[in-house]
């Protein structure tokens, strides 16, 4: 094993080992805090140190850094979408691009 390979995995057992841990004062939170508060993390409505805590533990969980990214998308995704109704011409392609689609 190379030295770095070595480092790399005695870093990430370091990592692992803070989750839900006080470090320096700081809590570090776990993976059920972070469930816990993910609404009000996202809207920012957490205390300075909480959110410190929790961005703790996304710098530590790759886990965790990924739920929340795909969260943030749906939302964004969600938010996008208008609350009108679809333009006649778009519901006209999609009905045609189906109709071909079940034709083949
Ligand atoms: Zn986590």
Redesign the pocket.
């Known amino acids: 094993m190379t030295e770095y390979n070595a480092g790399m995995r005695m870093m990430r057992k370091m990592m692992a080992w803070v989750?839900g841990k006080k470090i320096m004062g700081m809590r570090i939170a776990?993976?059920k805090d972070?469930a816990r508060v993910l609404y009000d993390y996202i809207d920012d409505e957490l205390s300075d140190s909480e959110k410190r805590s929790i961005d703790m533990?996304?710098l530590v969980?790759k886990?965790?850094r990924n739920?929340l990214k795909t969260y943030r998308d749906t939302i964004q995704m969600v938010r996008k979408i208008p609350d009108t109704p679809m333009p006649q011409d778009f519901s006209d392609y999609l009905e045609d691009l189906l109709r071909k689609r079940l034709a083949h």
């Open positions: 989750i776990s993976c972070l533990h996304l969980c886990d965790c739920y």
